[in-house]
């Protein structure tokens, strides 16, 4: 888990962490997901300094500790061991005496005031120097700032003094003179802390912050007020005296100035001037080099770390201080024999091994890219940047101290253009002249448009109307078609009846045809009957028998002839009866045939004047896609504009 911890989602870019950053290329601005500049951290080149959450406005940046873990074992009975930063009563003004009462009546078996391990620092860097007295060294009880060293500026680490912090050299001597074994739990101000206890090996397990401390208590209802006044608790172990000063501006130089005021010893604070001085320190002529150069990353010491959690101002430190030290000063006489001696420092001397308390240094190896000329010509190149004077704006704008910078931090990959003034400046007045472009071609296509407007409405107006058409034309001839079905119906009705009536009429016709032959036979018996009767009519006596048998058969004739004949009426009435029928049949056939007729004349017509109206849609529907096709050109050359 990272130590510094961002909330994308508040991340504004404005980047005030990279303005307070002393190590630039810990930041790195990106474009987030909706489009906005967000400026993620590096963790493996980030010095913990704290710098970046305080100067965070928009609360995006906060940092993890091992608070919650330190709970989790005090909840799990292990055996745990507290040594608390003199700063605790500044954090906790009011109210840390009894948080300490609160932990020891939990079962914390020993809390140690870290002012006894300040006291051992400035005793093991006084017989330091007194061994080494030409050495010149870098205070190192800020973690920070050995952070800065071991990562960023090499060439200093053979300067670091090789004597441990007050909080190292307290749990060194829990550890080597008290023989605690069990974990340790540091109560400090500062976030760095972490990286130094894994550092030196893990003599301290847990990191846990006044400000995170604060918190959780609060979050979990911890009952503690009121369980003891300042002045009732006592810490374990030897008593601290003047290293209680430590947290303050100057700390250690005050304490070693205290025992050797001869000693050539100043002082840096605050990340606005303690890394520019270190980066000058290692050019330096070496005999304006001091002795001692006391640094701390915040500008009003340990008491104004980002572990704090709440901020004072410089007035109501220097008050809480001044009393402090004025019981300190009282102290350390108590302290000191009556020929002046320190009687904690001769007792150091005679119980402590200063070997314990010293301190090695491992280089970390952070990947730090070198950018050429080269490529800083070509990030100007991205910024737009071609004269002297653009290259030198230094508006710090983008957090960095000038262009160049930005530069090179464009070449590392660990900003973008977008996060420079002067380009945005530079794309805006592109745009601007893009716009107005735009405005004005989207003036003439506005134009051109209208007009295609107009014909679009007069298109639809001309399928909507043809549509109208079709829609009566689709009526008119799906009544015309029924028509049509019903007087087909009608037509194959009367075939039917046709079919019957010439049936009759050809049987009618077959018995007329019988009669006449009937007709024709009576004939010529009768033309040979006459013949006969004339023949006979000659003859005198016998004329009588045979006239008689003409006049037989001349009945018989005749009756037969009559009969004939009244077949041949009864046939006639038959045929001309069936005759009758067939000709109104036809005549019904006829007229029906010609209502088909006309029907399917109007139903032509219907589908004819679909076919035009058809034929009108079909026009207007490809006025129409010429139109579509018109306005898609102009969408396309306003996006191509836009783009």
Known sequence: MSTIAINESKCVGCNSCIRVCSVGDANIAKIGPDGKIIIKIDDEKCIKCGACISACTHGAREYNDDTEDFFRALDSNEELAVIVAPAIKIALEDKWASILTWFRRRGIKLIYDVSLGADICTWAHLRYLRQNPSAKIISQPCAAIVNYVLKHEHTLVNSLSPINSPMMCTAIYMRKYMNFDGKIAAFSPCIAKKDEFIQTGNFINYNVTFKKLDEYLEKQGVNYRNLAEKSDFNFDGPRGYMGAVYPKPGGLKQNLLLHAPELNCISSEGIGRVYDELRAYSHAIPQDVPTVFDVLNCEFGCIDGPGVGKPYDIFRINSIMRNNEKHLQQAKLENSTKKGEDKQFAWFDKELNMDYFRRDYALENVNVRHITDLEIRRSFEKLHKATYSEMNLDCHSCGYKGCREMAEAIAKGLSIPENCRYFNDYVTAQHKEKIDKISSEIFVMASELEEIIVSLSDSIDKVDSQISYI?????????????????????????????????????????????????????????????????????????????????????????????????????????????????????????????????????????????????????????????????????????????
């Open 471 to 643: 829609s009566e034309s689709g009526v008119k001839s799906t009544e015309s078609m029924n028509s049509v079905e019903e007087y087909m119906s009608q037509l194959n009705k009367m075939t039917e009846t046709i079919v019957s009536l010439m049936k009759v009429i050809d049987t009618n016709v077959e018995s007329y045809s019988e009669m006449t032959n009937s007709v024709r036979a009576i004939a010529g018996k009768i033309n040979l009957l006459s013949l006969n009767a004339s023949i006979e009519s000659a003859r005198a006596g016998e004329a009588g028998k045979a006239f008689a048998v003409v006049a037989s058969n001349i009945r018989n004739l005749s009756e037969s002839s009559r009969q004939s004949v009244e077949n041949a009426e009864t046939n006639e009435e038959s045929i001309k009866s069936s005759i009758i029928d067939v000709n109104r049949t036809i005549d019904d056939f006829g007229r029906n045939f010609g209502k088909l007729i006309e029907m399917i004349r109007v139903a032509k017509e219907n589908v004819n004047l679909v076919a035009d109206r058809s034929q009108v849609i079909t026009t207007s529907m490809e006025t129409l896609d010429n139109i579509s096709k018109k306005i898609a050109d102009i969408v396309k050359k306003t996006t191509i504009i836009l783009t």
